[in-house]
């Protein structure tokens, strides 16, 4: 399949070379040329498990990929992942279902394909003839950093640095990945956001001086954000899967629309239900739920982006952004695929920090999303009430999708059938949680997982309790402005 840039228009990509790039040299994000329709296949996809799903759906855009090779990948990433599933559907009641996707290496949702990653970059620079070290470069908001350092660690032929906001994470992500193990990683804290990490990242993408320079160490660069296509496509899997679960066990017929909510950041994991839409899946709307960071929701209202705000740290990090890159891709849709006028809106954001869709834009886009938002008092509100009511313990994250969620049924239809995201574990924000549910402040995360083990019987996950014994590796917090001289020089080390 040919892939095209959302700035560029087409380019002479397969889905190898877009994966081993990363980014388009336009700036751009590849999008593929055409939608494959699985609209056919569901009496396949519900005899399969998630592997198989897996390697069916990512191998109708990755043609050139060995069918046989992929399956094998799949099978093995998803082993890592609690009794062999990466996407376990759990149901809160008649109507309202959460699809758990932290069950992984690393206890967040980003595990589902960072674990695949590894052998689709690979694969791909094999096909496309890359004989330099790849270099791969990650801006991450809590999650992504850590199950990227994970897949990639000790690769050969592939090197990875991470910039995280070094006040913007939590205490228990900022562990996960300053112990991070591996001959191969880097880990650098960055003053500022996560948007500053990401502009960071970009700028040096798209650096003439820095390829120049990278060029001579004999290294390429690439990416293990969800700007590279090959960490949506893995993304796009679980919406199927979800929805093939569901039609298994009764809850729904086929044919039947579901609705999903999924807690927002930096859009990828949305556009991946996008896409899981546009290819055949019965989705009625997409719920796009925001933290005090409402940058998308109030986009999704008047049509107008506009990063012209004052930035909250939450205490869900991973959604703390203003600069939310796949909206891109949406954009690109929405504008009848129109690069250049892609180009522009987004060089006006990069000017101005904002931009503007048509009118009609705007209603294609209200048809098919749905947006709201929760503020800190309504997330600590939202964790309490789904722990004292249905017995179920949730992050953050989750919690701002589950209020989004029950907002919309009020608003529209409350028997519909609703699947929220869960994105990571509730160890992972365990003092946040902990004051939710128990009503106490403990200043220790390990002191607090324990306490909610105590009270809540949900077992404190290996991955958690092993950290706090690991060496600290990592400790460098630099200027964002310092970022492609920490590049250059991770890439000439030996």
Do not use: W
């Not at 990242?201 to 004999?218: G, M, P, R």
């Amino acid at each position: 399949m040919q892939f095209i840039s959302t700035r560029g228009g087409i380019a002479a990509e397969n889905a190898a070379k877009a994966i081993t790039k990363g980014l388009s040299s336009d700036g751009g994000l590849f999008v593929p040329y055409t939608f494959p329709d699985v609209s056919g296949d569901f009496d396949n996809l519900l005899q399969m498990d998630y592997a198989e799903r897996a390697a069916f759906i990512i191998g109708k855009f990755l043609e050139e990929y060995d069918k046989e090779g992929l399956l094998t990948a799949c099978k093995k990433a998803y082993s890592q992942f609690e009794e062999n599933d990466a996407a376990p559907v759990v149901k809160i009641d008649d109507n309202l279902f959460v699809l758990e996707l932290f069950h992984g290496p690393t206890l967040a949702f980003k595990d589902i394909a960072l674990t695949l990653l590894p052998y689709l970059l690979r694969t791909g620079a094999n096909i496309s003839g890359v004989k330099e070290t790849i270099l791969i470069l990650v801006a991450t908001s809590g999650d992504t950093g850590k199950a990227a350092l994970e897949g990639f660690k000790n690769q050969e032929g592939v090197k990875i640095c991470v910039f995280y906001p070094s006040e913007g994470v939590s205490d228990m992500q900022k562990l996960q990945m300053c112990t991070q193990e591996g001959d191969n990683v880097n880990v650098i804290g960055v003053k500022g956001n996560f948007d500053d990490c990401q502009t960071a990242v970009k700028k040096i993408f798209t650096s003439k001086e820095c390829a120049a320079k990278l060029k001579d160490e004999n290294v390429v660069l690439s990416s293990a954000n969800s700007i590279n296509f090959g960490r949506l496509v893995p993304q796009i899997v679980y919406y199927f899967s979800a929805y093939c679960d569901l039609v298994n066990a009764g809850e729904i017929s086929l044919g039947d629309k579901i609705d999903f909510t999924v807690p927002t950041g930096n859009f990828g994991n949305i556009l991946a239900g996008y896409y899981a839409k546009k290819m055949g899946l019965p989705v009625n709307k997409l719920v796009c739920a925001s933290n005090s960071n409402n940058v998308l929701t109030e986009f999704f209202l008047s049509g107008t982006y506009d990063a012209n705000r004052e930035f909250f740290k939450t205490m869900s990090p991973s959604m703390d952004i203003l600069i939310s890159s796949n909206l891109e891709r949406l954009v690109f849709e929405l504008s009848g695929r129109d690069s250049a006028f892609t180009a522009e809106r987004m060089a006006d954001l990069k000017t101005y920090g904002k931009y503007s869709l048509a009118k009609d834009e705007k209603t294609a886009l209200q048809k098919e999303f749905y947006a709201g938002y929760c503020d800190e008092e309504e997330c600590m509100e939202q964790m309490s009430d789904s722990f004292n009511d249905s017995g179920y313990l949730c992050d953050p994250h989750t919690a701002v999708a589950l209020k989004v969620a029950n907002d919309y049924a009020a608003e529209n239809n409350p028997q519909a059938k609703m699947v929220v995201l869960s994105t990571a574990s509730p160890y992972k924000f365990s003092q946040n949680v902990l004051k939710a549910v128990g009503g106490k402040s403990v200043k220790d995360a390990f002191d607090a997982a324990k306490t909610l083990e105590t009270l809540s019987a949900a077992p404190i996950p290996s991955q958690i309790s092993e950290l706090k014994n690991k060496e600290k590796r990592f400790s460098k917090v630099i200027d964002k402005a310092d970022a492609a001289t920490e590049v250059l020089r991770f890439a000439a080390l030996k």
